[in-house]
C-alpha cells in the first residue's frame, strides 16, 4: 500500500488504452474510484466492476464530487473548450485537477486556444511530474550539495501506451528549470519509428540558456519501460542519476556518493500516478504559478517548434505568442 488514509480517491477520464493503469492504480493502493468517464467498452467495463456512475462527458465528470479529478486519456487530447469547463468546474469546486496531457496538444496552431484555456481557470497539475514526486524532491536535495551544474542531460522516455511524447518533454523541461531556469534558444530534431509515420516518436534537443550554460534534452514515447536519467556536469564533478540512484564523482573522479540503483517495477508508472494524486489532494506540491506554467509550456513549444522547422527557434518569440510576456 502506498497510502493508509482511505479518503483518497478521484474521479478519473480514461481512454480504453489506460483502463488497465487505472485498475492497477486501485489495486496497489488505498486510492479509489468515485466516478470514471471514458468513450471506450473497457472503461465502461471497469465502472461496472467497480460498481461507479459511468459517465460520456468528460465536463460532468469535472463536476462529480471527488476530492480529485482525473485526465488519462493521452491518446485523445481534449479540445481546449472541453477543458476550460473542466477547468472551471474543478476550480470552483476547489479540487485538484490532474493530467497526463496537461495541455491540448503541442502544436503552435493551437496557442491561442490554449491560452486562452490556461487562463480561464487553474491549469491542470501535470502528472507524474518528476520535480514533485518524492524522488525526484531527493535528487533536487543532492545536487543542491553539488552546486550550479554548468551542463546537464535529462533523458525522459517510455512506451507510448503510457504517455505523450510532449508529456515526457515537458516533465525533462520542467526538471531542467529547478537547475538552469528557461531557455533563450532551443535547437531540436524528431525522429520516427516507422519512416512513413506522421507522429515524432523521440525529440532530441539542445537548450541554450542567458549565462552561456547548456542542456540536453531527450524525451521518447518509441518503448522500454518508463525511466528517467539526469547527469550534470559542473566545478563539482559529474552527478548521474538512474534507476533511483545518485552515482556522483568529483572533478579528479573521487567518488562522492555511490547508491545501489533500485530495480525496475512493472507498476512504477502506478506508483508515480498514485502519488501524484496524493500528493495533490494533500497539497503537498503547490501548483507553479500561470506565468511560470506558461514558461514551461513556452519552453516545450519552442522545441517542438525547432523539430518542425530545423532552425534554432527563440524562447522569447514563442513566449510572446502565449502572452504575459
Do not use: K
Amino acid at each position: 500500500m502506498l497510502s493508509e488514509n482511505n479518503d483518497i480517491a478521484c474521479a478519473a477520464w480514461v481512454g480504453d488504452r489506460l483502463a488497465s493503469l487505472l485498475e492497477r492504480m486501485l489495486e496497489i493502493s488505498a486510492l479509489s474510484c468515485t466516478h470514471l468517464g471514458g468513450e471506450g467498452p473497457l472503461v465502461r467495463a471497469l465502472a461496472s466492476r467497480l460498481g461507479i456512475p459511468h459517465l460520456d462527458d468528460p465536463r460532468s465528470l469535472a463536476r462529480a464530487d471527488s476530492p480529485a479529478t482525473l485526465i488519462m486519456d493521452p491518446g485523445t487530447p481534449l479540445s481546449s473548450e472541453v477543458l476550460t469547463a473542466m477547468m472551471d468546474a474543478t476550480s470552483n469546486a476547489g479540487r485538484p485537477l490532474l493530467s497526463m496531457t496537461p495541455r491540448p496538444s503541442l502544436v503552435l496552431d493551437q496557442i491561442e486556444d490554449t491560452t486562452h484555456a490556461l487562463e480561464s481557470g487553474t491549469p491542470p497539475r501535470p502528472m507524474p511530474l518528476f520535480r514533485t514526486l518524492r524522488s525526484g524532491r531527493r535528487l533536487i536535495e543532492a545536487t543542491a550539495a553539488f552546486g550550479t551544474p554548468s551542463t546537464a542531460t535529462v533523458e525522459v522516455t517510455g512506451p507510448a501506451l503510457q504517455g505523450t511524447l510532449g508529456t515526457r518533454l515537458l516533465d525533462a523541461v520542467d526538471l531542467l528549470s529547478e537547475w538552469f531556469g528557461w531557455p533563450g534558444t532551443v535547437q531540436a530534431i524528431a525522429t520516427r519509428n516507422a519512416p512513413a509515420s506522421d507522429l515524432a516518436s523521440r525529440i532530441l534537443a539542445v537548450a541554450r540558456y542567458s549565462d552561456g550554460r547548456a542542456a540536453t534534452i531527450i524525451a521518447g514515447a518509441d518503448g522500454g519501460r518508463h525511466s528517467r536519467s539526469v547527469t550534470i556536469h559542473g566545478e563539482a564533478g559529474r552527478l548521474h542519476y538512474a534507476n533511483g540512484a545518485v552515482d556522483w564523482s568529483d572533478a579528479d573522479g573521487r567518488q562522492i556518493e555511490l547508491e545501489t540503483p533500485v530495480p525496475s517495477h512493472p507498476d512504477d508508472l502506478a506508483r508515480e500516478l498514485v502519488e501524484s494524486v496524493e500528493s495533490a489532494i494533500a497539497d503537498r506540491t503547490p501548483l507553479r504559478p500561470l506565468d511560470a506554467m506558461l514558461d514551461l509550456l513556452a519552453s516545450c513549444e519552442t522545441a517542438m517548434l525547432s523539430t518542425r522547422t530545423g532552425e534554432t527557434e527563440s524562447f522569447d518569440s514563442v513566449r510572446a505568442m502565449l502572452g504575459r510576456v
